[in-house]
């Protein structure tokens, strides 16, 4: 093995009788749009048997590494021997008949460049025009076939978003040359076929990242490369070699469950591939007098069961590399099943075949390992490294879970997998039947924001339903509509009350942030019927119905990484007195009074500086409200702005959020006194509570309280310049009363932390019921993904009430055409996504 040369790509192309196209892509190389010093390209002549070699040398000279084998070793063994003679950091992969995009290196680089633990990068591939999927991503069977989902599907951009996958395709990917050599390259028993599945999952269990990289893009011919020497020899090699990465890489517990099922699979393939229509020719009992010693057997047929001798043959060698591999594994099946997608596919469409695949699925329990539940988690804000309330709550609450449960986190935004250890997927509200495979996938679906009304199979599924409830977003709406014409305000308040009706109506259990806010959730839910003798007989503080589940914090202390701030910010300092806004600035928070306390308290201490940590929410559906437009202008007005107010243009990463937080010395929310704030919970305060800081908020709600109880700092009135000003003086400059914040703030903060919080959504989850109001009736069969559910229907009286009450509404204030649309517009809203 040569010095590996840094910065280097060596891209691999392995030749077996098909010259034109290598020829063609070794030029479409060098007109990349990367450094051709930085290139390397090694062609294997892999055993053609014709004039390839001579042809390859006249073409390329000695501008390429040119290497030859004198027999095939398969995809598998040509990639290999060429990385063999590679120099590169890294090696690409492409197939001869592949065309890569202009920045197909240079975009795989920079993911490389992102992170040392990313291990491996894979391009996206489109058909040769570029209209239709080749590879988006990855996905496996539970019987250890690889498949690669959407595959033929029209592209339109779906798909471009990065994040981490099981495998990439041989098609078009890159490798570290080290981690390459650490896994010792592909397994060459493959020959062909499942090579890059084998690869990738061996890469995950070492603990790197297969990152998927959509702008390493390349376009792909689809050659039939198999049909001319017979499909049987191509089902033999996928057969066998999908046996061989289940052997290899499951955890002894899971092989245990799988292989003999996977076996059984193969055989029942075999059998549906050959026709074979009569099973009782071999009954002694009903073959009569048929002596004849021989039959007829098609190689198709022949494919699979030749594919499990090879297993047995093989077994002294791959004995050997699986313990290797089980010795040096960083990951576990747990932690990779996020990466395997859906591991319920069949992949033949074959009648008998299918027939038995649901018997062995179903006798065995393949599907039903550990007994693991399955918890879907929906969330409408993007999940990933900037995160805003619901998606924060969202995320801990899958993380929480996934310890004893198998969790998705669906997010109707975008999402990006950072390997945690559970799945994360992405649907699109404009599309409501791609929720449909995770409302089938699921046992307990939890959900919040305006999910329910999106996607009709979630409330048809008949799933139990965890409804989180603790953003009162109807309340929201009005403040956050104030200034629109008052038809808009109306209608933005009617229809958020609408779906959050919807969503009380239909949930299982409910979940409220604080006692207040569960005093009136309880009065809604009365409202629509849900307090009646069926809940209130089972349980008559309703606890089972709706639980106080707050925000919370995490369990561990936060770490200061790196500087932020004081002396990074220009105008803040090493000594300066910090007061931290902890997030968004909402029409609904009061941050001008703030702004004038700060003013005025610097009139007497020229180190106080006011820091508000993010103005540009992550949702880009959430524009920058007038709150802080007025903030801005107000601090500008005042001369305050870069040197004793600040303001973050964009939104802290989550994980970066402690290092802010541990460079401040107060923090601080200021709020209007009105119904919102009322029945509010301020995220940001507990984020307070994590790093210790003293706090001085507005009274009024549920934290006011709790500060002023606990004495957390301080408590004031709302709009009060003058209290605010000496509330913040106090915290920041009495060293005894920022002492004693301090240590009531540690104190407080254990009774927030997420796996104390979180504890009745672990409780439900254990033992998940229906609502005792609930009455599942079998009114409409909905295929979500491969499973038919019911649907469950609340007792008709509190749904019937309401809808003629509503009607009655609409008929008073907009007349008979307004209830036709309203009735118009629920029949298609339901009817969305069938």
């Not at 007025?630 to 802290?652: K, S």
């Not at 509330?727 to 400059?733: F, N, R, S, V, W």
């Amino acid at each position: 093995m040569s010095k590996r040369k840094p910065g280097v790509v060596s891209v691999v192309l392995v030749n077996f009788r098909g010259t034109d196209d290598t020829i063609s892509a070794v030029r479409g190389l060098t007109e990349l749009d990367w450094p051709q010093d930085r290139l390397e390209i090694v062609v294997v002549e892999n055993g053609s048997g014709d004039d390839s070699m001579a042809r390859l040398k006249a073409a390329f000279g000695g501008s390429v590494v040119l290497v030859e084998s004198k027999k095939n070793l398969g995809f598998a063994g040509g990639s290999n021997l060429g990385v063999a003679k590679s120099s590169g950091e890294y090696v690409a992969f492409l197939n001869n008949d592949a065309r890569p995009d202009s920045r197909w290196i240079a975009e795989a680089v920079k993911v490389f460049q992102s992170g040392a633990d990313v291990g491996a990068v894979a391009s996206k591939v489109l058909d040769w025009e570029g209209e239709e999927v080749d590879y988006v991503g990855s996905a496996i069977t539970w019987f250890g076939m690889g498949y690669k989902p959407h595959a033929g599907e029209r592209d339109g951009g779906r798909w471009d978003d990065p994040r981490d996958v099981l495998f990439g395709t041989g098609a078009a990917m890159f490798v570290r040359a080290e981690v390459f050599e650490a896994l010792k390259g592909f397994d060459e028993r493959y020959f062909m076929f499942y090579e890059d599945v084998d690869l990738g999952w061996r890469l995950n269990l070492l603990g790197y990242r297969f990152a998927y990289a959509p702008t390493s893009l390349a376009f792909h011919k689809h050659h039939a490369s198999m049909e001319k020497f017979g499909d049987f020899h191509e089902l033999y090699l996928l057969e066998r070699n999908a046996l061989f990465t289940l052997y290899k890489n499951l955890e002894d517990e899971q092989l245990k469950h799988w292989l003999a099922a996977a076996l059984m699979l193969v055989v029942r393939r075999a059998t549906g591939r050959g026709n074979v229509e009569d099973t009782d020719k071999f009954d002694l009992r009903k073959s009569g007098a048929d002596k004849a010693p021989e039959e007829t057997v098609s190689r198709r047929m022949l494919a699979g069961f030749y594919a499990i001798d090879r297993l047995v043959e093989e077994l002294p060698g791959l004995d050997g590399a699986r313990a290797e591999i089980q010795t040096s594994r960083q990951r576990s099946d747990r932690q990779l099943l996020g990466l395997f997608g859906n591991i319920d596919e069949p992949a033949y469409p074959i009648d008998s075949y299918l027939e038995g695949y649901r018997s062995i699925v179903s006798s065995l329990g393949v599907l039903d390992q550990h007994v693991r539940r399955r918890i879907l988690i929906i969330t409408g804000d993007p999940v990933g490294a900037r995160m805003a309330g619901p998606a924060i709550r969202a995320w801990n609450m899958a993380r929480i879970l996934s310890k004893d449960n198998d969790v998705r986190l669906v997010s109707m935004n975008s999402a990006v997998h950072r390997g945690e250890p559970f799945e994360i997927a992405e649907v699109s509200y404009h599309r409501p039947s791609s929720m449909n495979p995770h409302v089938g996938w699921a046992d307990v679906i939890i959900t919040q924001g305006h999910a329910l009304s999106l996607f009709p199979a979630l409330e048809k599924s008949g799933k139990y339903l965890i409804v989180d409830i603790y953003d009162p977003m109807h309340l929201e709406q009005l403040e956050q509509g104030r200034e629109k014409p008052l038809s808009q305000w109306t209608k933005q308040v009617e229809e958020a009350n609408e779906s959050l009706n919807h969503q009380l109506e239909v949930g299982d259990f409910f979940l409220c942030a604080s006692e207040r806010q569960r005093s009136f959730w309880l009065g809604q839910l009365a409202s629509l019927g849900r307090v009646n003798p069926f809940t209130y007989g089972q349980d008559n503080d309703l606890e089972g119905l709706l639980s106080v589940v707050p925000f919370g914090i995490p369990s561990d202390e936060p770490t200061h990484t790196r500087a932020v701030l004081r002396d990074v910010v220009p105008g803040i300092g090493a000594d300066d007195k910090v007061i931290i806004w902890g997030g968004g600035i909402y029409n609904w928070f009061d941050p001008e009074t703030l702004i004038h306390a700060v003013a005025r308290l610097a009139e007497r201490h020229s180190d106080v500086r006011l820091f508000f940590l993010g103005t540009q929410h992550p949702n880009p559906h959430v524009p920058e409200m007038r709150a802080a437009i007025a903030a801005r202008e107000l601090a500008e007005e005042l001369g305050l702005t870069g040197t004793h107010v600040f303001f973050n243009d964009t939104w802290v990463a989550y994980e970066e959020r402690q290092n802010y937080l541990l460079e401040a010395d107060l923090g601080v929310s200021t709020h209007f006194q009105h119904i919102e704030t009322t029945y509010s919970f301020r995220t940001r305060i507990l984020d307070y509570l994590w790093a210790g800081l003293p706090i001085v908020t507005t009274g009024g709600d549920s934290f006011g309280d709790l500060v002023e109880a606990r004495e957390l700092g301080a408590s004031v009135a709302e709009r009060d310049i003058a209290a605010l000003e000496t509330a913040l003086e106090t915290y920041l400059y009495e060293p005894e009363a920022v002492a004693t914040a301090r240590a009531n703030v540690a104190e407080a903060r254990r009774a927030f932390e997420w796996e104390r919080v979180l504890a009745p959504v672990v409780e439900f989850c254990v033992k998940p019921h229906r609502a005792p109001d609930k009455k599942p009736e079998p009114v409409e069969a909905v295929k979500a993904g491969k499973t038919v559910a019911v649907r469950a229907r609340v007792p008709q009286y509190s749904g019937l009430r309401r809808d003629l009450g509503r009607a009655v509404y609409y008929l008073r204030n907009g007349g008979a055409r307004v209830v036709v649309g309203k009735v118009r517009a629920r029949i298609t809203r339901r009817n969305a996504g069938q």
